[in-house]
C-alpha cells in the first residue's frame, strides 16, 4: 500500500497525476486524460503552458519574496494591469478566494466604521451560495451543507433568495454593510444571476449605502466570456473578488476596489505574508499577456456555443437522466436528475472514456474545461458524457 499521511478530508479519486499538457493530464502510469476541470476552472490556459513555466522560473531566479514591507515590480505591474482591464482604482493581493471575500468582508465593515457608521455591520448574502471555507466566508456561505457543525459561526451574517428582486427589497436596509454575490453561483451547480437581480441589487445596495460585492471567484477571468463577470451583466459593483484563474494555477487572490471604498481598510488594518508575491503575480501576468494573444475572449464565445448545442442535444436524448443546461461561457451545469448520481457518471467517464467530469452541488455536472479547449476535445468529452449517461439508462432498466 502507498503510504499517505494526508487528512482525510477531500473525495479523491483513486488516481494519481503526475503531468499536465494543454487540456490533458497524465497519471502514475502513463494513462492520459482528457480534462473538463481544468484544476476546478483554474487552468484556463491548460497545463503547464510553457511561457507560464518560463515566466515562473524566470522569477523565481530573480525574486521570490520579499514581504510587504518593500515594493516590488511583479505586484505593482499585476495591480496596475487589473486596474486597466477593470476600471476599478485600487488592487489587494492575497492566496486564494476564500481570503479574498474575507478580505471584502472585513473591507466592508472597516468601510462603514472609518464612515462613523458603526451599526451598519450585516453582510449579506444568498441563499446556495458559496463563498468559501475560512469562517468568515463560510458565514456568508448559505448553505447548511458547508456550515454543518462549525457553529458558532461570526455574527451578523443574513441571507436572502438568489434571483428574487422582491426578497432583496425587503433584505437590504440600512444596516448592511455589504451584499456579496456571485454573478454565477458555481458550487451549487452553476445557476447564473438574473441581470434584473444584479441590476436591482446595484441599485438597492446605493439606495441604502451598502457595498455591492461580486464574488467572481469561479465565473471571472474570462470563464463566462468576458474577463470580468460584471460586464457581461452591464452592473458595476463596488468591489470584485477573483482567484482560481488569475494566475493560471499558482496560488493568488484579488479583490479590486474603488477609490472611495478603498478609504476602508487603511495600513495596518489587513494582510498577509505571501499576499501578492512576485511569483503568482508574475504568472498572473503572462497569463493577461497570453490571453490576449491568443483571442481567448472570442475562442470561449465560439466554443461555449459548442459546448451549451451539444449538452442540450444530451440532455434531449436522454430526458430522464438529464435537466435542462445552465451555465454561461465554459461555465456549464447539466443537472442530474433523481435516482441517478452525476457521480456515477464521473466515474464512468473517467474509467472508461479517460475523460475527467465533476459534480458540483444538487447533482449537477460542471463543466470547466481549460479555456483553451477545442471543438474536438469537446466532442470527445460529449461522446464520454454519451456512453456515460447509455450506461446508467442500460444499468437501471
Ligand atoms: C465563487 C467562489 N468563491 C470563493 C471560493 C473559494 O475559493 P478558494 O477555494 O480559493 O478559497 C470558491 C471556490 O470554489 C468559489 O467558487
Redo the contacts with the bound molecule.
Keep these: 500500500m502507498i503510504e499517505n499521511h494526508l487528512l482525510q478530508n477531500y473525495r479523491s479519486a483513486p488516481v494519481t497525476i503526475v503531468r499536465g499538457e494543454g487540456c490533458y493530464l497524465f497519471d502514475d502510469s502513463g494513462t492520459r486524460y482528457l480534462d473538463m476541470i481544468g484544476g476546478?476552472t483554474v487552468c484556463v490556459l491548460g497545463h503547464a503552458h510553457p511561457e507560464i513555466a518560463d515566466a515562473i522560473a524566470q522569477q523565481a531566479r530573480t525574486l521570490v519574496q520579499a514581504s510587504n514591507l518593500f515594493g516590488h515590480e511583479p505586484a505593482r505591474s499585476l495591480a496596475n494591469e487589473l486596474a486597466r482591464r477593470s476600471g476599478f482604482d485600487r488592487v489587494f493581493f492575497c492566496n486564494?478566494?476564500?481570503?479574498a471575500?474575507e478580505a471584502a468582508i472585513k473591507l466592508a465593515r472597516k468601510f462603514a466604521y472609518r464612515n462613523g457608521e458603526t451599526r451598519r455591520r450585516t453582510i449579506l448574502s444568498c441563499t446556495g451560495s458559496?463563498?468559501?471555507?475560512t469562517l468568515g466566508?463560510l458565514a456568508a456561505t448559505a448553505n447548511e451543507k458547508y456550515q454543518e457543525g462549525f457553529d458558532p459561526l461570526p455574527g451578523g451574517f443574513r441571507y436572502t433568495r438568489f434571483n428574487d428582486v422582491d426578497a432583496l427589497k425587503k433584505a437590504i436596509d440600512d444596516s448592511v454593510a455589504a451584499f456579496i454575490v456571485?454573478p454565477v453561483q458555481?458550487?451549487s451547480g452553476i445557476i447564473p444571476a438574473k441581470v434584473e437581480f444584479l441590476k436591482a441589487a446595484r441599485e438597492l445596495c446605493t439606495q441604502h449605502g451598502a457595498l455591492l460585492i461580486f464574488?467572481e471567484?469561479?465565473c471571472g477571468m474570462g470563464r463566462i466570456g468576458p474577463l470580468f463577470a460584471f460586464r457581461h451583466f452591464d452592473v458595476r459593483p463596488d468591489v470584485v473578488t477573483i482567484?482560481?484563474a488569475l494566475a493560471n494555477g499558482l496560488p493568488i487572490?484579488a479583490m479590486l476596489l474603488t477609490e472611495r471604498v478603498a478609504i476602508g481598510l487603511q495600513p495596518g488594518d489587513h494582510g498577509t505574508t505571501f499576499g501578492g508575491s512576485p511569483v503568482p503575480c508574475a504568472a498572473g501576468m503572462a497569463h493577461l499577456r497570453i490571453r490576449d494573444a491568443i483571442g481567448l475572449e472570442r475562442h470561449v464565445v465560439e466554443m461555449s456555443d459548442v459546448l451549451f448545442r451539444e449538452l442540450r442535444a444530451i440532455a434531449d436524448e436522454f430526458p430522464d437522466l438529464f435537466g435542462e443546461p445552465r451555465g454561461l461561457g465554459l461555465l456549464a451545469g447539466l443537472p442530474v436528475k433523481e435516482p441517478h448520481d452525476a457521480a456515477a457518471l464521473v466515474t464512468f467517464a473517467r474509467e472508461n472514456s479517460r475523460v475527467l467530469l465533476n459534480k458540483a452541488g444538487n447533482n449537477t455536472l460542471r463543466f470547466g474545461p481549460p479555456l483553451i479547449v477545442t471543438e474536438e476535445q469537446l466532442s470527445v468529452a460529449m461522446s464520454a458524457l454519451r456512453a456515460a449517461a447509455q450506461s446508467l439508462v442500460v444499468s437501471v432498466a
Design positions: 476546478i486564494s478566494g476564500a481570503e471575500n458559496f463563498h468559501g471555507r466566508a456571485e458555481g458550487e464574488d471567484v469561479q482567484a482560481k487572490g
